[in-house]
């Protein structure tokens, strides 16, 4: 039964008991419990979207079942979930097919589409193309309160970017878009003493490592760390290696 | 004259004495000057009635009014008490319509209705088009000009209001617009009791719920919540204030109209109106002397037809992008600004003072089925329906629930224009779909739609003739979607775009073999697997015209053929023996496709002819004919 007090949730996942928190995302509820769910659009630091639909799971509640995505679908008291239904299944593949047509230069979803068996893909395909629109580097900009990027266009025409196609006043160069991206269409690149996100037309001046001299962060990014941290920013002089070796020295044996 | 009414008592007064004076043989000249009359130049006529109404010694009123229905026979006019009904007026028929008809009562046969069949009627009741309609929400737009709160208190406005402050707790309200099987208008045909109910009982923590009226209509050809909002807008108002009562009394109800920004004078109106209802004491702080403080406040949309799904609304009205959201959570609990919200379209609240005012046997009398145990167990009231296309009358039409196609079609519309062949009709806007002749005796009504396919939307009707090619149909509306689509998710936005690539491919005869079975499996997944509405309903008219017109769809596809002569790389201009050499068609070609000199037969080099049909436009001999 649920635990009312500390808002424990329990369900049903092919059979199996799970418990869940009032809350969170079926998605995070179910990987938490080891079952496999894929996906390209989720992660944890940020909030759900749903626009990958690969995460289809089929939820009954009450005597009503229908198939759902799991990631922006709240795990409640009594649900019963099946994940790999033969409905499921077959139109992941087809989302798949339009992942593969949509962004064939992406590993991430030809690699998925593989682990179902899709090599080729019955649609138009898009060659050059390596994003899918997922909104995660919007969504992680915004979860680190820099606010640089948003969709633009409509329909097949929507595609993350900055403001105006153009240079953003508030990107720092963080490169937490990157990280997060699944495809790997945001690139990071760092070079002759500068930060290049293309993407994102961005290029700034990167601060030399006190003691190294290597470029490590754009100067940007770690004023605006240090102005949030209330530090100095010859805090930040060194690269994360340097300070790491000079903390480490400070316990060592003479 | 507007007075503050501080009791419903105040306001029952101030009508009596606004009916003492407005007796039934009172001289009237009503001048449409909806979308449809204003745009073929009402708005000049008005001014002329005016002028020489002032010119001369009569006593009559002139009412420049909303949207009246009749957009066919536009500018449209009605001379009370008689109520004698003249279509396509001009500005020179101003001095006799006021000699002769508002003077002396009589009716001047040149500007009255002929049908088809050569039968003129005098009186409005006795059209054709009016007497086959059932018109309780249209009824008023005649007799209201839109910016006189007097004219709509006169005709027994704000009244379902009083009664209801008067003598009545929220919770029955609610109740009696559950037992009315009141469904929304807006499309999703949602019981609105329902919905009324669980936005009641949803936790507000601080007392504030939001009453939303979806003013957006973004189908395209669609103008039925445009004539509500121009011609009649107290009647919307005064349903949101019950909505008010009912859902967030005692609390803090508060509300929104959003208005698509395509329509000024509905912005206009409304915004006039408020501003009436305000100062009468129907808005604002203590409504009619008693506890209810609602106000409403106007939304302009920004013109994205998915603004009006209710989860992009929403986020529209608070800043944001108008992009839908999952509605795992109900927007009756969490909707505006996570705020309880209660979302209607603008005919459904038309309805609610109606309900009231009339009682629930009057309304559920009127449609199918039975809703005294299921509000989902039938379809109840009227409906307007913007019907256009291959019919005679074109126009906003006002029918029981139920009513066949056969009857909107035939009865009220008067058929497809004479020579032309019915061939479909494509119901429910551009997610809809598209119905043959064989289901034209089906009741139209909100279940009986969806199981053939197709379904009531706002309440958009396209008649078809043999001159429209369905696969050319389902291609326009496929591409409409997939550029209306935020974009959001996968499912819908490149699925769409997908079926608008295989389409095109078979309008072009560039079809595979299998790419009807694609066409279905990929529908399937747009329909089950997309987030919002728009995609779930987006395979509706591709899937219904492959489920009535497959064989169109197989010509296309084998034979490369296009037996409504439509698409372009399908078909062929020839010319035929009867061709005398005039050379009208040769000098009017523009890309010299046209071969053979003066008084020789003339022939089209295929190759170089675009289609564009210009040859078969200046043939004074019919010689020219398209070939598939
Ligand atoms: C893509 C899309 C567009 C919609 N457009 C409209 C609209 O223009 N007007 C409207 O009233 N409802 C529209 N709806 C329906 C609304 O989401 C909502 O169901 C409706 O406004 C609720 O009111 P009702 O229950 O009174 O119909 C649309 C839905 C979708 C999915
Ligand atoms: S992870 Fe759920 S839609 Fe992408």
Redesign the pocket.
């Given at each position: 039964m649920a635990d009312e007090k500390c808002n424990v949730v329990e369900f049903k996942v092919q059979g199996q008991i799970c418990q869940g928190t009032l809350g969170e995302s079926l998605l995070s509820a179910l990987r938490r419990h080891g079952f496999e769910v894929p996906s390209l659009c989720f992660h944890e630091a940020v909030s759900s979207y749903g626009a990958c639909r690969l995460c289809l799971v089929e939820v009954k509640k009450g005597r009503r079942s229908k198939l759902t995505t799991s990631c922006n679908y709240p795990v409640q008291e009594g649900l019963e979930v099946q994940l790999d239904t033969d409905e499921v299944v077959r139109h992941r593949r087809i989302v798949l097919q339009l992942l593969l047509a949509a962004a064939p230069a992406a590993k991430a979803v030809r690699d998925l589409a593989a682990r179902y068996g899709i090599e080729e893909t019955p649609f138009v395909p898009r060659p050059e193309e390596d994003c899918i629109q997922c909104g995660l580097c919007i969504r992680i900009c915004e979860a680190v309160g820099v606010n640089a990027l948003g969709f633009a266009g409509r329909g097949v025409s929507k595609h993350a970017t900055t403001p105006y196609e153009e240079t953003s006043a508030a990107c720092v160069g963080c490169g937490a878009c990157a990280d997060v991206c699944p495809t790997g269409c945001v690139k990071v690149v760092d070079a002759d003493g500068f930060r290049t996100i293309e993407r994102w037309h961005l290029k700034v001046p990167l601060t030399l490592c006190k003691t190294c001299g290597r470029g490590f962060a754009p100067e940007v990014h770690l004023t605006r760390m240090a102005g949030q941290a209330k530090l100095e920013i010859a805090h930040l002089a060194n690269c994360p290696k340097c300070r790491g070796r000079a903390f480490a020295a400070e316990f060592r044996l003479p | 004259m507007e007075t503050r009414f501080h009791s419903v008592a105040d306001l029952e007064a101030y009508r009596r004495q606004l009916q003492a004076v407005r007796g039934p043989d009172r001289k009237i000249v009503s001048v449409c000057a909806g979308t449809g009359c204003r745009a073929c130049g009402a708005r000049g006529l008005a001014e002329v009635f005016r002028e020489e109404i002032a010119k001369s010694n009569l006593e009559v009123e002139l009412r420049v009014t909303g949207c009246q229905g009749f957009c066919e026979r536009s500018p449209v006019v009605v001379v009370q008490p008689q109520s004698i009904f003249y279509q396509r007026v001009k500005a020179i028929d101003v001095p006799e319509i006021l000699t002769e008809t508002v003077e002396k009562g009589t009716a001047i046969q040149r500007l009255l209705y002929t049908d088809s069949d050569g039968r003129t009627y005098e009186r409005e009741q006795d059209v054709p088009f009016y007497r086959h309609q059932t018109r309780s929400l249209l009824a008023f737009n005649g007799q209201i000009d839109p910016d006189s709160i007097d004219d709509y208190i006169a005709v027994g406005g704000y009244a379902a209001l009083g009664k209801v402050l008067q003598e009545r707790k929220p919770e029955e309200i609610v109740d009696l617009i559950l037992r009315s099987g009141l469904?929304?208008?807006?499309?999703?045909?949602?019981p609105?009791g329902v919905?009324w109910q669980s936005c009641r009982k949803a936790h507000a923590a601080d007392g504030i719920r939001y009453i939303l009226c979806?003013?957006?209509?973004?189908?395209p050809g669609a103008f039925m919540?445009c004539a509500l909002m121009e011609g009649n807008p107290h009647l919307v108002l005064e349903g949101m204030i019950l909505g008010a009562f009912a859902i967030g009394f005692p609390g803090q109800p508060k509300g929104y109209i959003y208005v698509?920004n395509e329509y000024p004078l509905a912005v206009e109106r409304l915004t006039r109106a408020i501003e009436q209802a305000r100062r009468c004491g129907l808005l604002g702080k203590g409504i009619l002397g008693t506890e209810l403080d609602f106000d409403i406040l106007i939304n302009k949309g920004g013109g994205a037809?998915?603004?009006?799904?209710?989860?992009?609304?929403m986020a529209s009205i608070e800043g944001f992008v108008g992009e839908?959201r999952a509605k795992h959570i109900h927007t009756a609990e969490q909707g505006l600004f996570d705020k309880p919200t209660n979302?209607?379209?603008?005919?459904?609240?038309a309805n609610v003072p109606l309900i009231i005012s009339r009682g629930l046997e009057w309304f559920t009398s009127i449609g199918t089925g039975d809703v005294s145990k299921d509000p989902w167990g039938g379809s109840k009231g009227t409906k307007i329906f913007a019907l256009v296309g291959k019919v005679n009358n074109t126009g906003l039409v006002e029918v029981p629930m139920g009513s066949t196609l056969r009857h909107i079609i035939w009865d009220v519309g008067g058929g497809p224009p004479p020579g032309k062949k019915f061939k479909a009709v494509q119901t429910g806007g551009p997610?809809g779909g598209c119905l043959p002749e064989s289901l034209l005796d089906l009741p139209v009504d909100f279940d009986r739609l969806t199981e053939a396919g197709s379904m009531m939307g706002?309440g958009g009707m396209i008649v078809m003739d043999e001159s429209t090619c369905m696969v050319d149909l389902a291609r326009y509306f496929l591409h409409f979607l997939a550029d209306?689509s935020c974009g959001k998710c996968v499912s819908c936005r490149e699925g769409l775009a997908q079926l608008c690539a295989i389409v095109d491919r078979i309008c072009k005869g560039e079809g595979r073999e299998g790419d009807l079975e694609l066409l279905k499996d990929l529908s399937t997944t747009v329909q089950t697997a997309s987030l919002?509405?728009?995609g779930?309903?987006a395979a509706n008219p591709l899937l219904s015209t492959m489920r009535y017109f497959e064989e169109e769809y197989i010509s296309h596809i084998h034979e490369h053929r296009c037996s409504a002569k439509v698409c372009k790389t399908l078909i062929r201009y020839v010319i035929d023996d009867s061709c005398d050499g005039c050379m009208a068609c040769n000098a009017q070609c523009g890309t010299k496709a046209i071969q053979g000199g003066k008084k020789a037969r003339h022939t089209i080099d295929d190759s170089l002819c675009t289609r564009c049909g210009v040859c078969m436009d200046v043939c004074k001999r019919n010689a020219i004919h398209v070939e598939s």
């Open positions: - | 469904r929304g208008r807006g499309g999703g045909g949602f609105a919905k979806n003013g957006d209509e973004g189908d919540d698509r037809f998915v603004c009006g799904e209710s989860t992009a609304l839908p979302l209607n379209n603008v005919e459904t609240w997610s706002s209306e919002c509405g728009l779930q309903t």
